[in-house]
């Protein structure tokens, strides 16, 4: 099998940029990290061995030109600068520079699976290996291209970027700029002018965004949009660190749930994104038994055509603040949703860390602010010249908790509902049962009139009511025809000497405490009780 080390990263012996030569790389263009970066390169120095990656692959039926692609490949990273971005310290300082010298930076991987017995399997194991592996951003190649074939017609064009190069828009944005580019030259064509906005300009305009007015006005939403919060939402007890794999539980909507997605989103005269948003926050008030729930929102915080046509980091998590009280009807919930995500959407650029350091939400337990809800509504099809793609989602980066993804697929027509876990904090078995349930939850929201209220909405599936109803409370069992005061004066008889009650270090026997409660009834029965007559009696329950 020809083998390629996983990515080029340290750990696995393969090469690192410079590391070793002595050589100090020219600096003249070098300029420091923009603030969603330097979140990035805190949280992995937090935990090197946790890469913040993106992965992804493009499950390819045809022929792949392997040449073409690489050719495809310098033009797109050259046009996006991203593919040779490189990061650096000096004097304690993280900066980046466009770096086009760095090695085999430009080059496409190849790993031949043809004679596996189960290529899908061992493709499946090389992609998970290679994208969890620790990456030293100072050293380690950032971005990672490789084919796997598997078939002589069928391939696994596999990338992964870290999160200090590309975001998750970035990267798609990138990967469709590829294929656009090798689909040009395969088929002959003149490529299109590139639209993207060099790096160095991203960030120029992100530091004159933090210097602007709208900075500030940003800053007085989200402060008075979390006042008061003491406490994040999940479905987890406690908290835990993250894991270099996420799990996932997945599943595609069926034809009756995408139906009644279809028409909740004609009757509410909403979204596929709100209705989700909504109904998870609600089966999250539910869950919890609270009132007031917070998402994390993520958002791209790209608000021009130019920004979104281009790579860098930008993306942001943002709060989603909702009440979903006893007397919050379904319609009433949706419009709150649609509310508060505008705002949201308005106010985006302001970054998060920012939020958590500016207000008491600093002091919650989980790193974000609650689960996120992640609306990821691309087309999965991509387009390779001839040949069809179908872009699969391996890791959107390591998650805190939990992260309820809504995809499209079939060309945009269908959905698919994807729980990414922290599998530090849920089981399988814990993200099975959470993701089946709130699938069933989510249907029944989605057929529910407007007007009823969130609270009648069943959380528990039926059998599960029956369980904790029925099963559980099923206390039956055979009685003896005998009062208790009998059936304690036959145990009197049969051992007065042995202990019948100890509390506090005193313990008294049958005998005793027959005498006890013998001169307790004729108290009683001297103050006026007698048959009838009710007295009340403190105990704890037994």
């Not at 074939?149 to 990967?175: E, K, N, S």
């Not at 210097?211 to 939403?221: G, N, P, Q």
């Not at 079939?410 to 993701?435: C, S, W």
Request: glycine share 8%; no cysteine.
């Amino acid at each position: 099998m020809d083998r390629l080390d996983f990515g080029g990263n340290s750990v696995a012996g393969g090469e690192r940029l410079d590391a070793d030569s002595g050589v100090e790389p020219s600096l003249s263009g070098a300029f420091p990290l923009s603030p969603a970066q330097l979140g990035i390169w805190f949280a992995q120095h937090m935990d090197p061995q946790v890469p913040i990656s993106i992965a992804q692959y493009v499950d390819v039926d045809g022929d792949i030109d392997r040449p073409v692609l690489r050719e495809a490949s310098i033009i797109a990273s050259r046009e996006f600068g991203s593919g040779f971005l490189r990061i650096i310290e000096r004097d304690g300082e993280p900066l980046q520079y466009v770096d086009y010298s760095i090695p085999d930076s430009d080059d496409i991987g190849y790993v031949d699976l043809r004679a596996e017995d189960d290529p899908s399997a061992a493709a499946a194991a090389w992609m998970r290996a290679e994208y969890s592996r620790p990456l030293y951003m100072v050293n380690d190649r950032l971005i990672m291209s490789v084919v796997l074939q598997l078939a002589d017609r069928h391939w696994y064009w596999y990338t992964r970027v870290h999160h200090i190069v590309l975001d998750g828009f970035g990267a798609m944005t990138w990967l469709k700029r590829f294929a656009e580019i090798y689909t040009a030259l395969l088929q002959g064509a003149d490529v299109t002018p590139s639209r993207a906005t060099d790096l160095h300009t991203i960030y120029g305009q992100e530091i004159a965004y933090r210097e602007s007015s709208r900075f500030v006005a940003d800053k007085e939403y989200w402060v008075g949009r979390v006042a008061g919060l003491e406490e994040g939402t999940s479905l987890a007890r406690g908290s835990a660190p993250r894991a270099a794999i996420n799990g996932i539980v997945s599943a595609a909507l069926s034809e009756e749930q995408n139906t009644l997605l279809d028409a909740a989103v004609a009757r509410h005269d909403s979204s596929p994104a709100g209705l989700l948003l909504a109904g998870f926050a609600a089966y999250l008030a539910q869950w919890n038994g609270v009132e007031d729930v917070i998402l994390s929102l993520p958002v791209t915080a790209r608000t021009t055509a130019a920004m979104r046509r281009s790579g860098g980091v930008s993306s942001n998590i943002v709060p989603l603040r909702l009440h979903v009280g006893h007397d919050t009807t379904v319609s009433g919930l949706l419009k709150q949703v649609q509310v508060e995500v505008v705002g949201a959407l308005r106010h985006q650029r302001y970054r998060h860390e920012d939020i958590r350091r500016d207000t008491a939400v600093g002091a919650v337990r989980t790193e974000l602010f609650g689960p996120s809800v992640n609306i990821m509504l691309i087309h999965d099809r991509l387009i390779l010249g001839q040949a069809v793609g179908k872009v699969r989602i391996l890791s959107t980066g390591n998650v805190p908790d939990l992260a309820v993804n809504l995809y499209q697929s079939e060309g945009g027509v269908r959905y698919r509902i994807d729980f990414e876990t922290n599998p530090n904090l849920y089981t399988k078995d814990e993200a099975r049962m959470q993701h089946s349930r709130f699938l069933n939850y989510f249907k029944a929201f989605l057929a529910a009139r407007a007007d009823l209220p969130i609270w009648d909405l069943k959380i528990l599936s039926s059998d599960e009511s029956r369980r904790v109803l029925v099963d559980w409370n099923d206390t039956k069992h055979p009685l003896p025809a005998a009062t208790l005061v009998s059936l304690f004066e036959a145990q009197v008889a049969r051992t007065p000497d042995s202990p019948a009650v100890t509390f506090e270090g005193t313990s008294l026997s049958y005998a005793e405490f027959a005498r006890r409660v013998h001169q307790l009834a004729r108290w009683l029965k001297v103050n006026g009780v007698g048959p009838e007559s009710y007295v009340a009696l403190g105990m704890r329950r037994s």
